[in-house]
């Protein structure tokens, strides 16, 4: 028997429009998210925020120098495919899905999250995940009030516990000192 928690959907954020590619209204995407392939299959519905504001159904997905192209059964000319630049693109999914590699997380599961040093006791909740060249990084406002970003690796962010909602940080010292990032005291 399914429940509605079990079909609760979220809407999640896959992809940003660019430029058109070609006159048959195909458009390069900026991919937001570490499946593509899935997210943009043919066949897949996607909903193009503004200045589009419409539902979109993928074509055709196609990887050209490393940057993607896809193309949407309604958009066949340039024209379309220009009205569609700048839309951000998301999809709808299972509130519950979950990456298949278990020390992998989707950024709405940790916003949220309670930060608890190695002892248990809060320091924190994390606002958001920053994706940054280097390494993805939590920003975090501590227990206190300041706002502090925390390297998401293995080393410091231990454990994330999504049942409990924590995710256990061992900050090295100074990571949780210094000024305030939103300007506070």
């Known amino acids: 028997m399914s429940t509605d928690a079990d079909s609760a959907q979220v809407r999640v954020v896959v992809g940003r429009v660019g430029r058109p590619n070609g006159v048959r209204g ?6 937001l998210t570490d499946e593509p392939e899935l997210r943009f299959e043919p066949g897949a519905l996607l909903f193009a925020g503004p200045p589009a504001d419409r539902e979109l159904v993928v074509d055709e997905l196609r990887f050209h120098n490393g940057k993607m192209i896809v193309t949407f059964m309604d958009s066949r000319s340039r024209e379309d495919a220009e009205s ?3 839309s951000v693109l998301e999809v709808n999914v299972a509130a519950a899905e979950s990456p298949e590699d278990p020390d992998e997380y989707y950024d709405r599961q940790l916003h949220g999250l309670r930060v608890v040093d190695p002892a248990g006791i809060e320091v924190g909740t994390v606002l958001t995940v920053l994706h940054l060249p280097s390494q993805d990084v939590l920003e975090v406002r501590l ?5 502090r970003l925390i390297p998401f690796v293995k080393q410091i962010a231990s454990d994330v516990d999504l049942a409990l909602g924590t995710v256990t940080v061992d900050a090295p010292a100074g990571l949780l000192e210094g000024d305030d990032l939103d300007g506070g005291e």
């Not at 195909?26 to 991919?31: A, D, G």
């Open 143 to 147: 227990a206190d009030g300041p706002i």
């Open 84 to 86: 569609l630049r700048h």
């Open 26 to 31: 195909s458009v390069f995407v900026l991919p």
